[in-house]
């Protein structure tokens, strides 16, 4: 799995316009996958002095459908722990030896804190059973540096 960005890194402003980014998948020459499943997720960004955080989502994620080039809202999960793979389900197929790329965009809302985290990007499958060793349950990992400043 990669995943790429113009700069290698996301850099947004509260309010600002979305940043694009793409997550390449390559199937391996030794299986195939049934449901591989894209996650998304930040840590918490701490209020700072300014910040103005409602009830409204800081951050939207959305993927573009590539049959019809229309944005469509994605899930982003920000929180201070991780879900378990285990309570995870759906995803895509990806055949043996298969590249597919799909294109993704992140905003910052205009109320939302300041800060930097990482979005973790992992690719889970969802058919592993439980009890899989971690790197055939996520076959793939990326840590895209993150920060979000206020205009």
């Known amino acids: 799995m990669a995943v790429a960005t113009r700069g290698g890194r996301l850099d ?7 940043q694009e980014f ?10 195939a ?19 103005t955080p409602g009830p409204a989502r800081s951050f939207v994620l959305e993927r573009q459908d590539p049959a019809t080039g ?11 722990d991780l879900k378990p793979y285990a309570l995870l389900s759906g995803g895509a197929p990806l ?3 298969a590249v597919r790329t799909e294109r993704y965009r992140l905003r910052a809302t205009a109320t ?30 990326f840590s895209l540096p993150h920060t979000t400043r206020r205009p």
């Open 12 to 18: 947004l402003v509260r309010g600002g316009p979305a």
């Open 112 to 141: 939302g804190p300041t800060g930097s985290s990482p979005v973790v990007v992992e690719a889970i499958d969802t058919d592993a059973p439980s009890g899989t060793p971690r790197d055939r349950e996520r076959p793939g990992h």
């Open 22 to 31: 793409t997550v390449t998948l390559r199937g391996g020459n030794t299986q």
């Open 95 to 97: 055949a043996r030896d």
């Open 70 to 80: 229309t944005w469509r809202p994605a899930e982003l999960r920000v929180a201070n």
């Open 33 to 51: 996958y049934r449901h591989l499943l894209l996650t998304f997720q930040m840590e918490s960004l701490v209020p700072e002095p300014g910040d």
